[in-house]
Protein backbone atom coordinates (compact mmCIF):
# COMPACT_ATOMS: atom_id res chain seq x y z
CA UNK A 1 0.00 0.00 0.00
CA UNK A 2 1.51 3.46 -0.86
CA UNK A 3 1.50 6.17 1.48
CA UNK A 4 -1.07 8.24 0.20
CA UNK A 5 -3.45 5.28 0.02
CA UNK A 6 -2.47 4.15 3.73
CA UNK A 7 -2.98 7.82 5.04
CA UNK A 8 -6.67 8.29 2.88
CA UNK A 9 -7.39 4.59 4.56
CA UNK A 10 -5.91 5.70 8.52
CA UNK A 11 -8.44 8.77 8.27
CA UNK A 12 -11.30 8.38 6.07
CA UNK A 13 -12.29 4.92 4.92
CA UNK A 14 -13.59 1.58 6.16
CA UNK A 15 -12.30 -1.55 4.08
CA UNK A 16 -15.83 -2.00 2.72
CA UNK A 17 -16.97 1.48 1.59
CA UNK A 18 -17.28 2.07 -2.14
CA UNK A 19 -14.59 4.50 -1.40
CA UNK A 20 -11.67 1.83 -0.57
CA UNK A 21 -12.75 -0.23 -2.98
CA UNK A 22 -12.35 1.93 -6.04
CA UNK A 23 -9.05 3.40 -4.46
CA UNK A 24 -7.53 0.22 -4.59
CA UNK A 25 -8.42 -0.13 -8.50
CA UNK A 26 -8.07 3.48 -9.55
CA UNK A 27 -5.26 4.12 -11.79
CA UNK A 28 -2.88 7.49 -10.15
CA UNK A 29 -3.49 9.69 -13.36
CA UNK A 30 -6.78 8.51 -14.38
CA UNK A 31 -10.24 10.13 -14.17
CA UNK A 32 -12.17 9.01 -10.90
CA UNK A 33 -15.87 9.43 -10.34
CA UNK A 34 -17.04 10.57 -6.86
CA UNK A 35 -17.73 7.51 -4.46
CA UNK A 36 -19.64 6.71 -1.29
CA UNK A 37 -17.50 6.85 2.35
CA UNK A 38 -20.32 4.19 4.18
CA UNK A 39 -19.66 0.99 4.44
CA UNK A 40 -21.97 -1.40 3.53
CA UNK A 41 -23.62 -1.48 6.79
CA UNK A 42 -23.94 2.24 6.69
CA UNK A 43 -21.07 3.13 8.97
CA UNK A 44 -18.81 6.69 8.59
CA UNK A 45 -15.03 7.41 9.49
CA UNK A 46 -15.38 10.77 7.74
CA UNK A 47 -17.64 13.50 7.32
CA UNK A 48 -17.28 15.47 3.89
CA UNK A 49 -19.15 18.66 4.06
CA UNK A 50 -18.86 20.31 0.80
CA UNK A 51 -18.82 24.33 0.58
CA UNK A 52 -20.06 25.15 -2.64
CA UNK A 53 -19.89 29.00 -3.87
CA UNK A 54 -23.22 30.09 -4.25
CA UNK A 55 -24.42 32.97 -7.63
CA UNK A 56 -23.06 36.17 -6.84
CA UNK A 57 -20.92 34.69 -3.95
CA UNK A 58 -17.03 36.07 -4.33
CA UNK A 59 -15.42 33.59 -1.21
CA UNK A 60 -18.40 33.44 1.03
CA UNK A 61 -18.19 29.93 0.68
CA UNK A 62 -14.59 29.93 1.77
CA UNK A 63 -15.41 31.93 4.61
CA UNK A 64 -18.23 29.69 6.12
CA UNK A 65 -15.60 26.87 5.92
CA UNK A 66 -13.32 28.68 8.17
CA UNK A 67 -16.26 29.58 10.69
CA UNK A 68 -17.15 26.10 10.95
CA UNK A 69 -13.32 24.60 10.67
CA UNK A 70 -12.39 26.89 13.49
CA UNK A 71 -15.07 26.84 15.94
CA UNK A 72 -15.15 22.53 15.64
CA UNK A 73 -11.26 23.23 17.02
CA UNK A 74 -11.92 26.39 19.34
CA UNK A 75 -15.48 25.61 20.83
CA UNK A 76 -14.88 21.62 21.17
CA UNK A 77 -11.04 21.19 20.71
CA UNK A 78 -10.99 18.86 17.50
CA UNK A 79 -7.91 18.64 15.86
CA UNK A 80 -7.45 20.38 12.58
CA UNK A 81 -9.55 19.43 9.21
CA UNK A 82 -8.11 18.87 6.18
CA UNK A 83 -9.62 20.72 3.15
CA UNK A 84 -9.92 19.81 -0.10
CA UNK A 85 -10.44 21.88 -3.68
CA UNK A 86 -13.32 20.06 -5.63
CA UNK A 87 -12.91 19.83 -8.89
CA UNK A 88 -16.12 21.90 -10.18
CA UNK A 89 -15.36 24.67 -7.78
CA UNK A 90 -15.69 24.97 -3.62
CA UNK A 91 -14.10 23.10 -1.51
CA UNK A 92 -14.52 19.74 0.88
CA UNK A 93 -13.59 19.96 4.85
CA UNK A 94 -12.78 16.58 5.90
CA UNK A 95 -13.51 15.24 9.34
CA UNK A 96 -11.69 12.44 10.63
CA UNK A 97 -13.37 10.32 12.96
CA UNK A 98 -11.43 7.63 15.12
CA UNK A 99 -14.75 5.02 15.42
CA UNK A 100 -17.06 5.04 12.82
CA UNK A 101 -20.70 5.93 13.10
CA UNK A 102 -24.00 5.29 11.92
CA UNK A 103 -24.64 8.27 8.73
CA UNK A 104 -27.71 9.02 10.90
CA UNK A 105 -25.67 10.20 14.15
CA UNK A 106 -23.50 12.00 11.29
CA UNK A 107 -26.17 13.99 10.13
CA UNK A 108 -27.73 14.84 13.37
CA UNK A 109 -24.17 16.36 14.20
CA UNK A 110 -24.31 18.35 11.45
CA UNK A 111 -27.65 19.58 11.94
CA UNK A 112 -26.91 20.31 15.33
CA UNK A 113 -24.04 22.26 14.10
CA UNK A 114 -26.45 24.68 12.49
CA UNK A 115 -27.88 26.10 15.53
CA UNK A 116 -24.82 27.22 16.19
CA UNK A 117 -23.52 28.87 12.95
CA UNK A 118 -26.70 29.00 11.22
CA UNK A 119 -27.05 29.51 7.12
CA UNK A 120 -23.00 28.55 6.99
CA UNK A 121 -23.20 24.74 6.99
CA UNK A 122 -24.74 22.50 4.00
CA UNK A 123 -27.75 20.52 4.44
CA UNK A 124 -27.03 17.55 6.48
CA UNK A 125 -28.50 15.47 3.73
CA UNK A 126 -24.97 15.97 2.18
CA UNK A 127 -23.42 13.82 4.86
CA UNK A 128 -23.07 10.44 2.85
CA UNK A 129 -23.69 10.99 -0.15
CA UNK A 130 -20.54 10.73 -3.05
CA UNK A 131 -17.68 12.43 -3.13
CA UNK A 132 -14.78 13.50 -4.67
CA UNK A 133 -11.76 11.16 -2.99
CA UNK A 134 -8.80 13.70 -3.35
CA UNK A 135 -6.81 13.28 -5.35
CA UNK A 136 -9.45 12.79 -8.42
CA UNK A 137 -9.56 13.85 -12.17
CA UNK A 138 -13.16 15.16 -13.50
CA UNK A 139 -12.99 13.12 -16.67
CA UNK A 140 -15.28 15.40 -17.95
CA UNK A 141 -14.03 18.85 -17.42
CA UNK A 142 -9.91 17.62 -16.73
CA UNK A 143 -9.36 19.58 -13.36
CA UNK A 144 -8.21 17.99 -9.83
CA UNK A 145 -9.69 17.96 -6.83
CA UNK A 146 -6.70 17.80 -4.16
CA UNK A 147 -6.05 18.80 -1.11
CA UNK A 148 -4.62 22.48 -0.06
CA UNK A 149 -2.80 24.02 2.69
CA UNK A 150 -5.09 25.82 4.32
CA UNK A 151 -3.50 28.87 4.83
CA UNK A 152 -3.89 29.12 0.58
CA UNK A 153 -7.24 28.76 0.65
CA UNK A 154 -8.57 32.14 -0.14
CA UNK A 155 -6.80 32.07 -3.18
CA UNK A 156 -8.70 29.22 -4.45
CA UNK A 157 -12.44 30.94 -4.24
CA UNK A 158 -12.88 31.24 -8.38
CA UNK A 159 -11.15 28.06 -9.13
CA UNK A 160 -12.37 25.19 -10.18
CA UNK A 161 -9.98 22.38 -9.10
CA UNK A 162 -5.92 21.97 -10.31
CA UNK A 163 -5.13 22.09 -14.02
CA UNK A 164 -3.11 19.15 -13.05
CA UNK A 165 -2.47 16.32 -10.70
CA UNK A 166 -0.89 17.62 -7.50
CA UNK A 167 2.39 15.72 -6.46
CA UNK A 168 1.52 12.76 -4.19
CA UNK A 169 4.09 13.63 -1.92
CA UNK A 170 2.30 17.05 -1.39
CA UNK A 171 -0.91 15.51 -0.51
CA UNK A 172 0.78 12.99 2.00
CA UNK A 173 2.19 16.01 3.56
CA UNK A 174 -1.13 17.66 4.15
CA UNK A 175 -2.90 14.40 5.76
CA UNK A 176 -0.05 12.71 7.51
CA UNK A 177 -0.23 15.23 10.44
CA UNK A 178 -3.57 15.18 11.03
CA UNK A 179 -5.16 13.34 13.91
CA UNK A 180 -9.06 11.86 13.91
CA UNK A 181 -12.03 12.76 16.44
CA UNK A 182 -11.65 10.59 19.12
CA UNK A 183 -14.96 8.62 19.84
CA UNK A 184 -15.50 10.37 23.31
CA UNK A 185 -15.27 13.95 21.79
CA UNK A 186 -17.73 12.93 18.71
CA UNK A 187 -20.00 11.27 21.57
CA UNK A 188 -19.79 14.22 23.87
CA UNK A 189 -20.17 16.89 21.37
CA UNK A 190 -23.43 15.28 20.03
CA UNK A 191 -24.88 14.79 23.43
CA UNK A 192 -24.24 18.81 23.62
CA UNK A 193 -25.75 19.71 20.43
CA UNK A 194 -29.46 20.53 20.08
CA UNK A 195 -31.64 17.77 18.47
CA UNK A 196 -33.12 19.18 14.82
CA UNK A 197 -36.33 17.83 16.38
CA UNK A 198 -36.63 20.69 19.21
CA UNK A 199 -39.49 22.79 18.38
CA UNK A 200 -38.68 26.26 16.93
CA UNK A 201 -39.83 28.29 20.19
CA UNK A 202 -36.65 26.45 21.71
CA UNK A 203 -33.45 28.08 21.55
CA UNK A 204 -30.18 26.68 21.28
CA UNK A 205 -28.07 25.73 24.27
CA UNK A 206 -25.01 28.24 24.41
CA UNK A 207 -21.92 26.17 24.30
CA UNK A 208 -18.87 26.98 26.48
CA UNK A 209 -15.41 26.88 24.61
CA UNK A 210 -13.30 23.89 25.94
CA UNK A 211 -10.43 26.14 25.03
CA UNK A 212 -9.20 28.76 27.52
CA UNK A 213 -8.72 32.00 26.93
CA UNK A 214 -8.75 33.67 23.06
CA UNK A 215 -5.82 31.56 22.39
CA UNK A 216 -6.09 30.79 18.43
CA UNK A 217 -4.26 27.12 17.80
CA UNK A 218 -1.87 26.58 15.39
CA UNK A 219 -4.20 24.36 13.05
CA UNK A 220 -6.56 26.63 12.31
CA UNK A 221 -7.41 27.95 8.61
CA UNK A 222 -7.56 31.83 9.32
CA UNK A 223 -4.02 31.63 10.06
CA UNK A 224 -1.77 33.68 7.49
CA UNK A 225 0.69 31.11 5.69
CA UNK A 226 3.09 32.58 3.68
CA UNK A 227 4.97 30.42 0.57
CA UNK A 228 7.36 30.25 2.57
CA UNK A 229 5.66 28.36 5.55
CA UNK A 230 4.71 26.11 3.26
CA UNK A 231 7.71 25.66 1.74
CA UNK A 232 9.27 25.22 5.47
CA UNK A 233 6.05 22.84 6.11
CA UNK A 234 7.12 20.19 3.08
CA UNK A 235 11.42 20.26 3.54
CA UNK A 236 10.67 19.43 7.10
CA UNK A 237 8.91 16.43 5.66
CA UNK A 238 11.85 15.77 2.98
CA UNK A 239 9.89 16.79 0.23
CA UNK A 240 10.95 19.17 -2.79
CA UNK A 241 7.61 21.22 -3.51
CA UNK A 242 6.52 22.88 -6.81
CA UNK A 243 3.93 25.09 -6.70
CA UNK A 244 3.28 25.36 -10.32
CA UNK A 245 -0.54 23.82 -9.69
CA UNK A 246 -1.42 26.60 -7.37
CA UNK A 247 0.22 30.04 -8.79
CA UNK A 248 -2.85 31.83 -10.15
CA UNK A 249 -2.95 32.35 -13.71
CA UNK A 250 -2.95 35.77 -15.40
Known sequence: MDKL?????????????P???????????????????????GLLRAIALPFRKAAGEDAQHWERLCTVANGL??????????????????????????????????????????????DT??????????????????GAAGHWAAFIHPGMGASFADESGLDMAPP??????????????????????????????????????????????NSVPDGLLLRDATLDDIVRFLHARGIEPTFRFIVPRD
Open 73 to 118: QTDFGFPAPAVSVASAGGYVLWLSLEAPVPMAEARRFVAGLDGLWP
Open 121 to 138: LPSPDTVGMPVELPPCQN
Open 19 to 41: AAQALAQRAPDGPCDPVGLASSD
Open 168 to 213: AAGQVAFLEGLHSITADQFRATLDRLVPPALPASVKPAVLAPTRAG
Open 5 to 17: TSELMRLYLLPDS
